[in-house]
């Protein structure tokens, strides 16, 4: 059988607390991944990125194999290409903004990746800032230079893990435009963490409604609000409205 | 001033810090990162030459490198002449109880970066020695130069461990705190003040740089 050229994941495991979950997520697609704090959703983007070692399960993307309990395939995490967003931006704090985005570019011809980095900081409108240290950025520009880092990886799926919680109100609308505007334009399948049923629900294609590790439903934002197969996916629904 | 006694402290101190370094950093980064259960056995094993009074931890050595055992036994036969009361078996004992001196602060420097950096930077596609070489090493140089200051200090000061397994072999084994020693029983109490001033102005600079490290790694990381 052939891999789907989206993300495709199936993973159990008990470290570091028990989840078993399955979930996909299509080129150019957006996948919310939505649960309470607890629930497993960062462990899951963990698994995908080789953070985490699921104990069973497979995690195919973009043709290629990158976990398979079965067979014993477990790529590191430098050998999948995944562009990583944190909640806490992990930008190295010793190199400046180009210098982090050069960081990823490992894979480019040396001549050509300040160009490049530059490239993409200015993608993120953060010409002119190339030369400052994490330190001596806010949290928003941070953020865009988490971006840039990502997508300088040139990955085969993107991650974000609550990218938006650490930021005000203000750069949270912005940043939303801009991921937006992004996902139109890569042709990639992406998958987000949160909290915040609103976000996903401005931001995502499919959801995926996550509780203790297990998956308890998935499907269009909206299909979810309108139809929650359970109670307890419509209490969640619910307490995201709170 | 006995100079040689001087040269062959200092000589000690930097190929310590030399082998120190390469062993520092490997020991101090697997503790800081591990979550293998050993971890703390490994600590305590590491601590000890903190707690043993040197004289005990010089008299194991002397012990492990002297004719009766098979180290010594194999030194002897490879290199001619025996491990203990010569400058090598004095520089292993000198490494060896100079490692929590060097460790622990590489140690804490290395705890002091945080994992998601390291996990952004091999998600960002560098391999594991590529994330020691830009992201590790960079973040916690002065961690490791710390340590090695402090060991080489250490080093420069060491008594008990130098005189059990090295003797005072002129030009050997005979370091600049066995000079003072001597010259204290010789009622030379000039030529002890002079070399031991010497070694007070080092130990007060070398706390001095340590400090300034320790004030470097608590801004680089935030």
Known sequence: MGEREGLDVRVRGEQPFAFDAAFGCGTAEMLAIVGPSGS?????????AGLVTPRAGRIGCGGEVWFDAASGVDLPPHRRRVGFVFQSYALFPHRTALGNVAMALGHAPVAERDERARRLLAKMHLEGLEQRRP??????????????????????????????????????????????????????????????????????????????GRVLQTGAPREIREHPASAQVAGLVDAGDD | MDRSALALSFRLGAFTVLLLLPIGVALGRWLAFTRLRGKGGAEVALSLPLVLPPTVLGYYLLLAFGGGSALGRGFEAIFGHTLAFSFEGLLAASVIANLPFAIQPMQRSFEGIA???????????????????????????PGIAGGLVLAFAHTLGEFGVVLMVGGSIPGETRTASIVIYDRVQAFDTAGAGAMSALLLVLSIVALGVVQLLSSRVGRRHG
């Open chain 1, 135 to 212: 330190a001596e950025l806010s949290g928003g520009e941070q953020q865009r230079v988490a971006l840039a880092r990502a997508l300088a990886r040139e990955p085969k799926a993107m991650l974000l893990d609550e990218p938006f919680a650490a930021v005000d109100r203000a750069t949270r609308k912005a940043l939303f435009r801009e991921l937006a505007s992004l996902r139109h334009e890569l042709s990639l399948p992406i998958v987000l963490v949160t909290h915040d049923l609103d976000e996903a629900e401005r931001l995502a294609d499919q959801m995926c409604i996550l509780d203790c």
């Open chain 2, 115 to 141: 994992p998601e950096i390291r996990e952004a930077a091999a998600c960002s596609g560098l391999s594991p020695w590529q994330v020691l070489g830009r992201i590790d090493l960079p973040l916690a140089w």
């Open chain 1, 40 to 48: 497993g959703k960062s462990t899951l983007l963990r698994c995908v």
